[in-house]
């Protein structure tokens, strides 16, 4: 008889967006006229860069005619994709990183939670808290955990507080890691690690013979010169670093999907008899045999940001967002409010008021100004006490919402 | 340390197409004039219908404008895709599908190779020989199987011999097994399953409580009325089954991707504490944790086929591919080879001559008449004496080669 993946099991329901939008609707429901802002989830706002849509559009014209058809393309992307890629956020950074380093997909959510599959059950996986969801839930379905326990941890999984006290740069831990997951700049609390808490990492890993899994999907928002944009500028890293980028947020690509991750073919993990495998080679057999390439099209509007105008275009994007962050960081100052990230990030993390549970506070804010956003809870047990408002919204709707911020009483 | 998934090291090099290619680039670098015609590998060549040409440009236009833009969309997919995949390939024949047994993804190859994730380690798993290399790579992959014998199989894997013999149809197992793989119409052989066939399986799995994993990737090609286009149109798979459709040949979407996979919430599978669990409950939760939603301007165009023009422009390019098989299909027989395949699929099954070698053919057709195809024994050892044409091609290069067949000497 057919069984299972007992593991799934393990994971409770997907109860933070769900538990969200139940408060919301019971709101509206006796509230009807109520006029909602909506600074909670992380999707944007604003139509893909022009040269993306003249870009598809060409694509798409392509597809129309035998001579320009694309049927299948290779599974590890388009050359004039990749070779762009490569040429614009590594090798003009000093970066030197190989055309078979690179390998494009539909999204960083796949890749992030894709790539533990390449690795052993028995390996010990590091993530912070608070954490995006994905690097964990995946590596519970894969059994790499135990079951979640009273305290909102899995067993077997180390947990890096990231709080106020430790300016969100995770302590190294105690016992040693094999997989160590970095979000950074850092969704859900929108700050980023300096050059020196790389390095500190980046020489664990290669102390501990560990892999760091390092998700740079809000790469494109960084304002500040001295933040690393890829973790490959910290020395040694391309013996021990995986990194996931991701058009998502860059270029609006959301609902257009594309992202890629780089492999360098010097990180390697220890087979049972004991060799040495780079794990490129066993994710290009995963990835030529579990996906079947992005489409054409969608690689032809990712290219165009490479251009010099595409270059422009993205730039206003993210400087958009990155205005309604100062706004709503800003604001919240201005308001009382304790607030971290929004300078490298389009997350803004507040500190809860008078030590209000990030949930209590959720309610306060939907009730007393009409503001939805998330519960730091909902990203880890040292979420607690934390909220998370995002940028992704329009300006209008942005300043809005601070102006009632500023009528908040607590 | 961080150890690799050992798993990997137990498949062999993807060889089939890679040795193909080096075969092909040899005899070319030696006879640099040769007019070559590739039947082999299983990609269309026809552009998209110009519905969905016209459809995706419109959702282009949709993503420039912030009134219209389509950011994140549900995992599943969009409801006007969901809904007329429903009505047109379920409700309309007689199959009740709910809205939420269906996923859109990226296509089959990806649902295929994810499916098994949900799955325990332990089952049993049973592949046709022939068979699609994705459903077993990644049973590999994920450790449920033995290491590779001598005799070409997997230890640990039931293997269900499908050959002249039993007319493609392969024999219940004599052991039990708990996943069965069934492609219909066939890649590679290019034969169907009959109504009783597929009642047999479906009984069978009904009684040993097994899953039937329905590759339905070719179903647009089934042009006789007595083969069932959906597993579901046998009684009782609804309680067994699960369907992968792809509109990769049916739209020529190979290189636009879009595909979905339907899972009834009656389908399903023992937990260790022995109650029964849906699939469709754990799929969903692996379609939303590691994967985000198929492109939005794609799902417009995949949408478009189901408009009544839309309907017309698939039958169109779907019978130009099916005009081609019958050319192949008759021309290998007049040429005295004996031909299986190409009435119900896209694909020509033809049993070598003198029982010549799949791979001996294979040098002996690019020498002689300078044609590519692929050799049946890439696809498990009793594909061996067998060999894998394509209807794919344009009509020109299908009619060079049948010509050339005419004048093969064997």
Redesign the interface.
């Known amino acids: ?6 593991n ?2 393990k ?1 409770p329901g ?1 109860y933070l967006f769900a538990e969200i939008a139940r408060r919301v609707a019971a709101y509206k429901e006796a509230n009807p006229d109520a006029d909602i802002i909506r600074l909670g ?1 992380g ?6 860069p ?1 040269v ?2 003249e870009a ?2 060409k694509a ?2 392509d ?4 001579e320009t ?5 290779p599974e590890q992307g388009y050359s004039f994709l990749t070779e762009a890629i490569i040429k614009h956020n590594y090798t003009d950074r000093g970066i030197e990183i190989a055309p078979d380093e690179i390998f494009v997909s ?2 960083s ?2 890749d992030c ?2 790539i533990q ?7 010990k996986v590091a993530i912070t808290d608070p954490v995006y ?2 690097y964990l ?2 590596n519970v ?1 894969a059994g790499r955990t135990g079951t979640l326990q009273d305290d909102g941890h899995f067993e077997g999984v180390v947990y890096l507080p990231c709080t106020a006290e430790n300016n969100f740069a995770p302590d190294l831990p105690k016992e040693k890691v ?2 160590i997951y970095l979000c950074c700049p850092n969704n859900p609390t929108g700050t980023t690690l300096s050059r020196e808490e790389l390095t500190k990492w980046v020489n664990y890993a290669k102390e ?4 760091i899994l390092f998700d740079a999907a809000y790469a494109a928002y960084i304002t500040e010169d001295d933040v690393p944009r890829s973790i490959y500028e910290i020395p040694g890293a391309k013996d021990v670093a995986i990194e996931f980028r991701s058009f998502s947020k860059t270029a ?1 690509f ?4 594309c992202g890629y991750t780089i492999i360098p073919k010097t990180v390697k ?4 008899d004991g060799s040495l ?1 780079p ?1 490129n080679k ?1 994710w290009n ?2 990835h ?11 690689q032809r509007g990712a290219a165009a940001i490479y251009t010099e105008e595409g270059q422009k275009q993205v730039k206003e994007l993210v400087s958009y967002y990155m205005e309604n962050a100062r706004i709503i960081r800003e604001g919240l100052k201005a308001a009382g409010l304790q607030a971290f990230g929004g300078v490298n990030a389009p997350y803004i993390w507040l500190k809860t008021p008078n030590n209000m549970s990030s949930w209590d506070f959720f309610d306060k804010l939907l009730h007393e100004v009409n503001i939805v956003g998330t519960p730091g809870a909902g990203f880890g047990p040292c979420g607690e006490g934390y909220f998370r408002l995002t940028s992704f919204g ?1 300006r209008e709707n942005t300043k809005r919402a601070v102006a009632r911020f500023a009528k908040l009483k607590f």
């Open positions: 008889m057919a069984t299972i993946n007992d799934y099991l994971l997907s989830i999707d944007v706002t604003q139509p893909l022009q993306c849509i598809m559009h798409v014209d597809q129309a005619k035998a058809f694309h049927g299948y393309g539909d999204g959510k796949s939670g894709n599959e390449i690795f052993g059950t028995a390996n969801p994905v839930d995946t379905m094999d997989m501990n013979e560990s892999v609006g959301t609902g257009t999907r993990g220890r087979a049972a495998v794990f066993l057999r995963r030529t045999t579990k996906f079947n390439g992005t489409a054409y099209i969608v329009s």
